[in-house]
């Protein structure tokens, strides 16, 4: 019986045999192929020589490898909750800024979705083994004791965390200006009853909207009424069920001339219920939103809105990484300063005069 042709070896070639191949060593093939340190001088000759032995054995270079020698994976990770069901529009915006400048500074970008920070905190010092150089936390929400069990061995930056996590460098923006410039702009429009549909109890952001809020409503001299702040949160179903919530519960009497809602998201699940119980936006009703995600602009009519730079805050949160493993400074004693970037009032179709007012003209 005729035996079968033996097959040829697929195993991939090492320096070794490039070395052999270009009669080198190992040292001097690794010097030309990956960029190592070497004592001797390499000629032109032995480089082409060298070069073309790779090309040859088809020579491919070991990432692995050479990121241990290197210390350096080039893969930046990145944490957040992600629920089921609707998009989050706030994550992808900060995802997007850190793909951008992770593509541009050549880095990998590796993604963890957490079911909850504090149940998962112990993930992600598990994520933070050696297969990524530094991690973004999306949104952060850690007690003080779970936040001391965070990794200290790699850089951390947090964007919008809600509280001071040891040694990290925090990016947010100016919510509680964003949100008095937002109803300041309503005030002047006339509206003098404005519903705020806020967030979730304890969290930093619906805490900073709020007082936004309230410091418009008294620069103004409008009394606050606690009837006018109704917690919803941050999705569409929220604030959709937020909205049927208070019209409900309001029963016929005076309905709000504007509403200012925690984020768009909860501004596009407002603007399907008013539409539901037959009301019109802007000409019975004006409603305002928060973050100028993509919502905001495919909304109709379109969403006034604050401007979150959060594109920007992603592509920030990669060169502050990239800044502390070039520097080798991976963790302070104390957490850095949080860097505070500008907001803008992004003025569009959803906020209009309020009813009276057109009708007095």
């Keep these: 019986m005729k035996r079968p042709a033996p097959t040829a070896s697929r195993r991939a070639a090492t320096l070794a045999d490039v070395g052999r191949s270009a009669g080198v060593s190992a040292m001097a093939a690794s010097a030309v192929l990956n960029g190592a340190r070497t004592s001797s001088r390499i000629s032109a000759a032995t480089r082409a020589r060298i070069l073309a032995a790779a090309a040859a054995l088809r020579y491919r270079a070991n990432a692995a490898a050479r990121a241990l020698a290197r210390r350096r994976m080039n893969t930046l990770g990145v944490a957040g909750v992600v629920e089921k069901g609707e998009l989050d529009q706030y994550f992808l915006e900060v995802l997007h800024g850190i793909l951008a400048a992770a593509s541009e500074h050549g880095q990998t970008t590796s993604i963890l979705t957490v079911h909850g920070w504090e149940r998962d905190v112990s993930r992600l010092v598990a994520y933070c083994d050696g297969r990524i150089d530094g991690l973004v936390l999306i949104a952060p929400v850690f007690s003080p004791a779970a936040a001391r069990m965070l990794p200290r061995h790699v850089p951390l930056v947090s964007i919008h965390a809600n509280c001071p996590l040891p040694g990290v460098q925090n990016l947010e923006t100016d919510e509680e200006r964003g949100a008095a410039d937002l109803v300041r702009h309503l005030i002047a429009q006339g509206h003098r009853r404005i519903l705020h549909?806020?967030?979730?109890?304890?969290?930093?952001?619906?805490?900073?909207?709020?007082?936004?809020?309230?410091?418009?409503?008294?620069?103004?001299?409008?009394?606050?009424?606690?009837?006018?702040?109704?917690?919803?949160?941050?999705?569409?179903?929220?604030?959709?069920?937020?909205?049927?919530?208070?019209?409900?519960?309001?029963?016929?009497?005076?309905?709000?001339?504007?509403?200012?809602?925690?984020?768009?998201?909860?501004?596009?699940?407002?603007?399907?219920?008013?539409?539901?119980?037959?009301?019109?936006?802007?000409?019975?009703?004006?409603?305002?939103?928060?973050?100028?995600?993509?919502?905001?602009?495919?909304?109709?009519?379109?969403?006034?809105?604050?401007?979150?730079?959060?594109?920007?805050?992603?592509?920030?949160?990669?060169?502050?990484?990239?800044?502390?493993?070039?520097?080798?400074?991976?963790?302070?004693?104390?957490?850095?300063?949080s860097i505070v970037f500008p907001v803008d009032l992004v003025i569009r179709g959803s906020a209009s005069l309020p009813p009276a007012v057109h009708w007095r003209e």
Excluded at 241 to 248: I, Q, V
Excluded at 289 to 295: E, I, M, Q, R, S
Excluded at 314 to 337: F, H, I, M, N, Q
Aim: aromatic residues 4%; hydrophobic residues 45%; positive net charge.
């Design 197 to 337: 549909l806020a967030g979730p109890p304890g969290l930093l952001g619906t805490a900073r909207r709020l007082r936004g809020y309230r410091r418009a409503l008294a620069e103004a001299g409008i009394r606050f009424a606690s009837a006018l702040v109704a917690e919803a949160g941050f999705t569409i179903e929220q604030g959709r069920n937020a909205t049927r919530a208070w019209l409900a519960h309001a029963g016929g009497h005076a309905l709000p001339q504007a509403i200012f809602c925690v984020n768009d998201g909860c501004a596009v699940g407002c603007l399907e219920a008013l539409a539901e119980a037959g009301l019109r936006v802007p000409a019975d009703v004006s409603v305002a939103g928060f973050d100028d995600t993509l919502a905001a602009r495919t909304t109709v009519p379109q969403l006034t809105t604050v401007r979150q730079p959060l594109r920007e805050m992603g592509w920030r949160a990669v060169t502050s990484l990239l800044s502390a493993l070039d520097s080798g400074s991976v963790k302070a004693a104390e957490a850095p300063k």
